[in-house]
């Protein structure tokens, strides 16, 4: 079944209701290395994190190969370069946790089911 726009809405809202102290960034070398190539801090990913909209979203869910929670996908432009964002939004203790699992250039191009069309 394909995701809908409003299931990528709820998602969104979810997201953007995370405290962002609660927002873990993997320390993945492609992500690691993307970061340090670009200087970007923390706050520099949260506030990318923060700005995803429902044109930015590619695919999923789908299953988390790393533990709970359903994996999403998105892509977004930073400084011209297509980023690759996987993030997984899990519940401890009815609170909502967010995962970045991933944030660095896209290897292969991503669709936008949900952008408008230029």
Avoid at 32 to 53: A, G, P
Avoid at 64 to 93: A, H, M
């Amino acid at each position: 079944m394909a995701t809908s726009p409003v299931q990528v809405q709820v998602f969104l809202k979810k997201l953007k209701s995370i405290n962002p102290a609660t927002v873990t960034i993997s320390n993945q070398k492609k992500t690691r290395d993307y970061l340090n190539s670009r200087d970007f801090e923390r706050v520099e990913v949260i506030t990318y994190l923060y700005s995803l909209t429902e044109a930015n979203f590619s695919y999923g869910p789908s299953q988390n190969d790393w533990g709970t929670g359903k994996v999403w996908t998105f892509g977004i432009n930073v400084d011209n370069d297509l980023v690759y964002v996987k993030l997984c939004l899990t519940s401890i203790r009815n609170e909502h946790e967010m995962l970045c699992m991933s944030f660095h250039e896209a290897e292969h191009p991503l669709q936008f089911p949900f952008a408008k069309k230029k």
